[in-house]
């Protein structure tokens, strides 16, 4: 379901006399026709057009508007050749699925969709089947009408589910039995597939399989040692993953094969996943930001600090691409106390913004941060519990644009931020809360804090919990 906007403007030549109307028409049906209306004494004249129902399928969309003149209030005696016709074409996009930390390859955190909160309404709620010994899920992804969920377990046999989005009922799940105790970890999706990493020791592998139907693809073997991982990282038909067991190793997998492509030097022993876009990769370790090459995992530069052997302890977070030759990610380690993939960490840290052509850091910022930061428009978005306030940072200088403050019985921010074309969603450890961008005032909240995500099909999933997953993903209808 699209909705599309338009606006038909015009004048009135101050020599036309008298009182008519104007009509505007469209020959291919794509926008809804507003009322006819008097057209105002030498003056401009403006028609809003919303998109028709059922007339926004995804591809380009061809058609002419007419406006014309007419001597009655409903249009029905037009003048003799007092029109006008423009040409029009859109072309509308899908909502992108949320495939990894942070919706994309970007770990921008940004759906380009414009949402009404007064809309938003509680679908379902599932809650993990088994208890295990840790009890939580992972953060989730989406593809094609289902959503993802791995259970957060350290020894055991984890599940991961494909739940329907509009239901929440599980269509497929896949167990896994073997003796390794594996973790299982946050799941990653792209082009119809999932993707999956356990991470014992003698059993860590990636897992790939069928999104529709959970049908087995591949099995690819990594290095690590018991370390909880983010969801791997795809792009353009590889799948990114940060571990080794010393951490620091970058491994990249054919995405349909399994395949290992290569392996490279960067990112850190757990928590960790890259950056990626058409050329390079990025990932952090805590000191300083790796660029790899993707085709073949060798080092382009390395942009930052002396190392001080961070690798091997756990970086929480991921590289974030901004605009044209910026990278924005954590300064340091951090540190959630727990063996689970689901947990948060407790540190506030910098933001660093890594101009990648100069190979230098361009800025840092003031304050620390501890939600997973989102941008959109060449603004930072991120959140601090020292002083509590949300932030919105020039994505070029690092100057505070704007800052919202919770209320009083709202002590700390927890988890992702996620921004969207007029709203931005941020927890806080009494609620989820959705910020108007342009007032800059909550215009919606719900007690549900925890990891957000926003699917193809625009439902709103929380995975709730702060400091640790509770087990339960509570979905919402956006329309």
Known sequence: ???????????????????????????HGMFAMPAVQPAPAGGAYSFALKSAAGRRSVGTHTGILTVRACADAQCLTPYTNASKSVEYSITVIPTPEWETLQGNAAHDGYVPITLDPSKFVKAWQWTRPTPGVIG????????????????????????????????????????????????????????????VTTTGHGGTFLWSFKAKDGTPLAQSSFSTQWANLLAPTVKNGRVYVNAGSYGGVMYAFDATSGTKQWEGVGGTYGMNTPAVDDRYLYIHDGDALAVLDTGSGESVARIGFASTGSSLYDYHGAPMIASADSVIAWKGGAFSGRAASSAEPSANRQLVDYG????????????????????????????????????????????????????????????????????????TDRALYAIDLATHRPVWQSATPGMVAISGQRMLFVTT???????????????
Do not use: C
């Open 465 to 479: 919990g702060t400091t640790l997953s509770d087990g339960k993903l509570v979905a919402f209808r956006t329309r």
């Open 356 to 427: 990648i052509s100069q190979k230098t850091t361009r800025w840092s910022s003031i304050k620390s941060y501890k939600t997973q930061p989102a941008i959109a428009k060449g603004v930072v978005y991120a959140a601090s519990d020292n002083p509590k306030s949300l932030d919105a940072i020039d994505e070029a200088t690092g100057v505070v644009l704007w800052s919202w403050v919770p209320g009083t019985s709202d002590t700390k921010f927890h988890r992702n931020i996620v921004v969207t074309n007029n709203l931005l969603f941020v927890s």
């Open 136 to 195: 939580g899920i992972n953060s989730v992804a989406t593809s094609e009408g289902l959503v993802f969920v791995s259970e957060d377990e350290y020894a055991g046999s984890p599940s991961l589910y494909a739940l329907d989005t509009a239901t929440g009922e599980i269509r497929w799940k896949q167990q896994f039995t073997n003796n390794w105790s594996p973790a299982l970890n946050p799941p990653a999706t792209s082009n119809g597939n999932v993707y």
């Open 1 to 27: 379901m699209w909705t599309l906007f338009s606006m038909v403007n015009g004048r009135r030549p101050t020599s036309e006399a008298g009182w008519f109307t104007l009509q505007v028409s469209d020959d």
